[in-house]
């Protein structure tokens, strides 16, 4: 197993614009759950998924959404982007909600200009 | 409300000396703690938990109720344990919340 993956690796998008970010859970594991790392910082908790549903968000705006997929697979979509949404975003996956350990992905470095 | 605080963005130390990498907490209720580390070049990867209290690749992390506290320690530092460690603050059963994280740089 490749562990987590995430696509595209870097993105380069104009303020104004729509992303869309990719993510492939660790196979068998049902919860994802998506953070972003602004340089020089710890990550911080945007959303998780489990099971399809959003079962938790953190304190980001309502330009930020998600879902998650019938294959466990998610997206992280954020509209109008403004230049302090350049930072890297990181998904997590693990076997379910609460117990398991969290395995991150490689992370989607995201440039607003 | 909850919050992580590591207060050293970096820390040095030789080879063979002990490190004592800093994390304090705050939240009112149970605290679960985690501490993650990033090698260069590769992606967070999970250290220990509080909860399984073991030692892994020669470091462990003593959870202080008193002092809300949980640093990571090592007695003798390897050059292979230069890399970025952020502690992790896990509340309401999902989310990590964590620090903004110390860089260990280990000389020779």
């Known amino acids: 197993d490749a562990g987590v993956t995430q696509s595209p690796t870097h993105l380069i998008k104009t303020r104004g614009q729509h992303v869309t970010l990719r993510c492939s859970p660790i196979s068998g594991h049902k919860s994802v759950s998506w953070y972003q790392q602004v340089l020089g910082q710890g990550p911080q908790f945007i959303f998780q998924y489990y099971e399809k549903e959003e079962r938790g968000r953190g304190n980001f705006p309502d330009r930020f959404s998600a879902r998650q997929f019938p294959n466990y697979s998610s997206e992280l979509n954020v509209n109008a982007l403004l230049l302090g949404d350049s930072a890297l975003y990181l998904c997590?996956?693990?076997?379910?909600?609460?117990?398991?350990?969290?395995?991150f992905g490689p992370g989607t470095r995201l440039t607003v200009t | 409300a909850q919050r992580v605080t590591q207060p050293e963005k970096l820390l040095s130390v030789f080879k063979g000396a002990p490190v004592e990498l800093k994390c304090n907490y705050s939240?009112?209720?149970?605290?679960?703690l985690f501490w993650y580390v990033q090698y260069s070049r590769q992606r967070l990867q999970l250290l220990l938990r509080?909860?399984s209290r073991e030692s892994i690749k020669g470091f462990t992390a003593d959870l202080n109720k008193g002092e809300t506290s949980f640093h990571l320690k090592k007695p003798f530092a390897q050059e292979e344990d230069s890399a970025m460690y952020y502690c992790a603050l896990r509340t309401g059963g999902y989310a990590l919340n964590f620090g903004k994280g110390t860089s260990l740089l280990v000389t020779p």
């Open positions: 939240y009112s209720g149970s605290p679960e």
């Open positions: 509080h909860i």
């Open positions: 997590a996956s693990s076997l379910d909600r609460v117990l398991y350990e969290q395995y």
